[in-house]
Nanobody
Framework: VQLQASGGGLVQAGRSLRLSCAAS????????MGWYRQAPGKQRELVAS???????NYADSVKGRFTISRDNAKNTVYVQMNSLKPEDTSVYYC?????????WGQGTVVTVSS
């Protein structure tokens, strides 16, 4: 199983980024896909998730700014991050979950400068 995240970088506050996570080795359409983030000294937290049926869940801190989507034909999950804030600076991780099966990708770093 491989979850390959990409799209991180350095941006100014107020700008946008889109993260992508390409999955292989799983039946992608059957998995809930999510994005988590972990800032230095803090616990990893859920940013957004999307179920196989398309139900979305967001952290309160990103509601209205981030949008998660999935393309089952491409085995890829995205998160569009708009109006970025310095507090969004973190390492972002892709996650896939189905029943007791759970997998993590490597992180991609997002840095938002003020």
């Amino acid at each position: 199983v491989q979850l390959q995240a990409s799209g991180g970088g350095l941006v100014q506050a107020g700008r946008s980024l889109r993260l992508s996570c390409a999955a292989s080795g799983i039946s992608f359409s059957l998995f809930t896909m999510g994005w988590y983030r972990q800032a230095p000294g803090k616990q990893r937290e859920l940013v957004a998730s999307i179920t196989p049926g398309g139900l979305r869940n967001y952290a309160d801190s990103v509601k209205g700014r981030f949008t998660i989507s999935r393309d089952n034909a491409k085995n890829t999950v995205y998160v569009q991050m708009n109006s970025l804030k310095p507090e969004d600076t973190s390492v972002y991780y892709c996650n896939s979950k189905s029943g007791l099966r759970e997998f993590w990708g490597q992180g991609t770093v997002v840095t938002v400068s003020s």
